[in-house]
């Protein structure tokens, strides 16, 4: 991994570490508004390529929430 993916891939975790006890039912629905709403398109598409490739690193919740958010990207393109 680069720095620079090792990094998002810190960043997704800490945001998953926050919000996966403070929902009850629904961390990964959490961790991906989180996600869409704050992180640059940019730092999306990294963290989707990233998860696309096995998502070393990534906890399981927020691989979860990432492939969530790219099936969001994947309907809205239909």
Known sequence: MSDSTDKLVMMANQIGRFFTPQRDGEPIAAIADHLEKFWDPR???????HAAKGGAGLDAPVRDA???LKDVKVRATL
């Open 43 to 49: 730092m999306r598409a990294a963290i989707i390529a």
């Open 66 to 68: 990432v492939k969530r």
